[in-house]
């Protein structure tokens, strides 16, 4: 597999702890500084808003479901991941 020119430039950020977006310091396995998470924090926050003033999914902009936020693929990709996670926990208390 041949890896495109941006996911070189990430995973060189990512053994560096660097930013992917302003090259700052960043920690841990996260690939951009606290700076900008919050910034894109904003923009997501921002644009989940419009969404559900649209009255559109507030994950994807799809038909949302009768009364909710999200549309129905969204709501299965949120159980999806509610179990994995459940599972991980699971096993890291009985490895
Ligand atoms: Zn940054
Ligand atoms: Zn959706």
């Not at 430039?9 to 951009?32: M, N």
């Not at 994807?60 to 693929?73: I, N, S, V, Y």
């Amino acid at each position: 597999m041949t890896m495109t020119s941006q996911q070189l430039y990430r995973k060189r950020c990512l053994e560096r702890h660097q930013c992917v977006r302003c090259k700052a310091p960043a920690s841990g396995d996260v690939q951009t500084c606290e700076a900008c998470r919050e910034r894109l924090n904003a923009d997501e926050r921002d644009r989940r808003l419009a969404r559900r003033q649209a009255g559109l999914c507030e994950r994807c902009g799809g038909l949302p479901r009768p009364g909710k936020t999200t549309c129905e693929a969204c709501r299965q990709r949120d159980l999806e991941r509610t179990r994995a996670n459940r599972l991980k926990k699971l096993k890291r208390r009985n490895p």
